[in-house]
């Protein structure tokens, strides 16, 4: 199964380059929110570099891509592979143009060597992984995989009020398949770690076991908005301080996991926000997450357990957003990856991962793998988000491996 | 010196809702912005009922208006009483007009029962107490009492880069008098209290001594920002939670001082501000307050003595924007206050001012003395913001007595 065939190192990064030109900003970052121009430019260049490779493309209700080489065996369910091209409004050149730039270079170096898989290859570009423009992230994948239902999807409007439906007719990106699972065989997903792990361990390749449990809450503390010369101690209901020994409790519950847990307060609006004014009310977010659901549930309940009463005598509301279970991903599709890291001799280790990906919500239906590169500093959804080309280059000879081998294995 | 004149109650609360018309809100508030159209409107009707009782209107350059009743020795020097007719963007009803209103029924009962003083007496309507539209609180009485100098007053810019000259000019509110101390006898303003005190021991009048010591800091914390799901606590520079123990230390420092301490964080603005990313930058206010100026010195300094170990991992970097020493007011004319609240029977208490009012500039030049009046729930700076019509009548009643006996006074 192993072989000798490269990527071409310099092809990948140049096409990276080329795809961070659509959207580039002033600091070197990137804006390329889903289903607008910019979006359809970055499609319209990708699905060229497609067809140039004579590959066939098909796009979804809901705007996914999925650009097809045809395996040798035609009875066969493709292997998926494949990130997003939509960024966040202040986002870097890599969360999600990897994924899918590096499927190109391996849909190029089967192409250049004139490799014959067994089983189909599929390259996918799922619409609005980033959330930024109509607020609910991983769209595509969710819609396709059934957990947002695709008429709902369809009526999320932006801040201008655009429906997803509208904005998908606006740009030419509602095709004509259902957006569904359809059968298939299994699905890679190379992505930035968007933490600092790798690189602090100096790990070139992030061997991705799962995705984290989460729980996500919407937080409102009332007190009474008081002049803040005039009002004494006694007499005050802060909201402020309130919400202050929260965001202690939640870090302090997040510490008490070592170095799995995560618990962050990461929005926070003040009312009424004026220097003189004792603030009366404060609504903010809570967010944990865990690798083991039970351990993350833990950690809820320690929160919700506590928090009245150091909210006191202010009244706090909490709402549950939602809780998601740990996703583990496919034990042989994580072997696979295991693997080609081992045997291209790349530093690795085994990591869960904290964000959300489309990965996750294709899980549930098909086989699943990811593959994690370093980043500078651990920074994304950023500007500066930075990283190193032979890094790109590790993670896409990677994604190869994996997938050749998952196209040609004996079934 | 005691009199058996009577303010006419009904005149007066009338007055203060046919004020309230001009700028008023759907929810019951005040929006008369200084320097406004609505400002203008305010100002015409306040000019044209002085006019009425034969008062002479004088306007100086920063736009305070001056409204002057003779006295029988032209010898005298005027005693002064005030307020503001501003108001805040969501502001209520009575947040400097009950001074001014009052101080017009003070003149429209002398007017009635042609009563004759010896000195002079002056009402005053200073320009733009609330600072909301040019970020300068306090600004007619500190431009007149030569804490700010006129021409930077003027270079004033509001959020549309409107000057204060030109908005002076606009409205036809910049006035041919010097705005500077001019020879006056005393000042008296009547204002309700902001604050929670005088309802909560069930006192009719506050006998203001003097306004409180003030510091205020700009404070930043600077640490990462960096993906909540990713980022282990290890790695975390999390400035939110640096802020969360500065605001605890901020509230423990006001409470170690009893009920005589102000401590507080009002504003807050935290970024990226996105429910996903650990705020790597926070930007707040801290004010502390104290009616010793000593113990407001101590307050901060224990403040910067402990506050940069808790912003730990991250940086803070504070600028301390004033410190003002505590303003007391003079004591013969506190003294006519408490005179006039005992002879009337009126509940009434010492208490220390803990907003910044016209009266705390006027005082260096001046013998001042100020009257608190309740509000509901010590609500200010709110369209909620609610006295009741005998509490209003009190004071005024106060002021019109502490006034009479002061321009009477034997020299």
Redo the contacts between chains.
């Keep these: 199964m192993a072989t000798n065939t490269r990527i071409d190192d310099a092809r990948l990064w140049s096409a990276l380059m080329s795809m961070a030109e659509i959207g580039a900003t002033p600091k070197g970052g990137v804006k390329r929110l889903t289903l607008t121009d910019v979006d359809r430019a970055g499609r319209d260049r990708f699905r060229a570099w497609c067809e140039a490779l004579g590959l066939s493309v098909r796009v979804d209700a809901i705007g996914n891509m999925f650009a097809r080489r045809e395996g040798r065996d035609p009875a066969r369910p493709p292997v998926l592979m494949g990130s997003h091209l939509d960024s966040q409004p202040?986002g870097g050149k890599f969360d999600g143009a990897l994924g899918v730039i590096a499927g190109l270079e391996v849909m190029r170096t089967l192409h250049e060597h004139a490799i014959q898989t067994e089983a189909p290859i599929e390259l996918v570009n799922w619409t609005d992984e980033e959330g930024s423009r109509f607020g609910h992230s991983l769209m595509g994948s969710g819609t396709w995989a059934g957990i947002f239902p695709l008429e709902k999807t369809y009526g999320l409007r932006d801040a201008d009020g655009v429906r997803v439906e509208d904005a998908l007719d606006a740009i030419g990106y509602r095709g004509p398949e259902p957006a569904r699972p359809f059968a298939a065989d299994s699905y890679f997903e190379l992505h930035i770690?968007?933490?600092?792990?790798l690189e602090?361990e100096a790990r070139t390749i992030g061997i991705v076991t799962g995705a984290?449990a989460?729980i996500?809450y919407d937080a409102v503390i009332t007190g009474?908005?008081?002049?803040?010369?005039?009002?004494?101690?006694?007499?005050r209901r802060?909201a402020?301080?309130s919400?202050?020994?929260i965001?202690?409790l939640v870090?302090r519950i997040?510490?008490a996991r070592?170095?799995?847990?995560?618990g962050?307060?990461?929005?926070?609006q003040?009312g009424?926000?004026?220097?003189?004014?004792?603030?009366g009310e404060v609504r903010f977010?809570i967010?944990f997450?865990h690798p083991d659901f039970a351990e993350v549930q833990k950690m809820a309940a320690e929160m919700t357990a506590a928090a009245d009463a150091l909210a006191a005598p202010c009244r706090l509301e909490l709402t549950e957003l939602f809780r998601l279970d740990a996703q583990p991903f496919d034990p042989a599709c994580i072997g696979l990856v295991r693997d080609a890291a081992q045997r291209l001799n790349l530093p690795a280790r085994e990591i869960v991962?904290?964000?959300?990906h489309d990965a996750v919500y294709v899980a549930r239906h098909i086989p699943t793998a990811m593959i994690f590169t370093p980043c500078k500093?651990?920074?994304?959804?950023?500007e500066a988000e930075s990283i190193e080309p032979h890094e790109a280059a590790a993670g896409a000879q990677v994604l190869f491996e994996a997938v050749l081998a998952r196209a040609n294995r004996a079934l």
Excluded: Y
Aim: charged share 25%; glycine share 12%.
């Design positions: 202040s770690e968007q933490g600092p792990i602090r984290q989460q996500w009474q908005d008081a002049h803040a010369g005039t009002t004494p101690p006694s007499a802060d402020l301080v919400m202050a020994r965001v202690e870090d997040m510490r070592g170095d799995d847990g995560r962050t307060v990461g929005f926070v003040v009424p926000n004026s220097r003189n004014v004792v603030p977010s967010e997450r991962s904290g964000a959300g500093d651990g920074l994304s959804h950023n």
